[in-house]
Nanobody, 117 residues
Framework: QVQLVESGGGLVQPGESLRLSCVGS????????MSWFRQAPGKERELVAR???????YYKESVKGRFTISRDNAKNTVYLQMNSMNTEDTAVYYC???????????WGQGTQVTVSS
């Protein structure tokens, strides 16, 4: 059974940091492209960051320099380190896995991140 389980969400103040984790199971984690998406209330889900099996990385423009995506294949885990957070980062954050053929795709259940003073 395939699972993606996110953790690390919560409530922080502007300028603070959070680290999200996503643990995968039931599939060959190391060969999958892993991504973090987010969805704010009333908005479409958007790609925040992506890391390929080769380690190539993409960031949404508004998070460049503040967020860092990384993966530990030995732990089947992808991380999203979020620094200098602002209220526009408030959203439900989802972990997403896709294989090289873009046929097999998996979503996590999401974790709420709220940035508020």
């Amino acid at each position: 059974q395939v699972q993606l389980v996110e953790s690390g969400g919560g409530l922080v103040q502007p300028g603070e940091s959070l680290r999200l984790s996503c643990v995968g199971s039931g599939f060959t984690f190391s060969i999958y492209r892993m991504s973090w998406f987010r969805q704010a209330p009333g908005k479409e889900r958007e790609l925040v960051a992506r890391i390929t099996s080769a380690g190539d990385i993409y960031y949404k423009e508004s998070v460049k320099g503040r967020f860092t995506i990384s993966r530990d294949n030995a732990k089947n885990t992808v991380y999203l380190q979020m620094n200098s957070m602002n209220t526009e980062d408030t959203a439900v954050y989802y972990c997403y896995a896709v294989d090289s053929t873009f046929v097999r795709t998996y979503w996590g259940q999401g974790t709420q991140v709220t940035v508020s003073s």
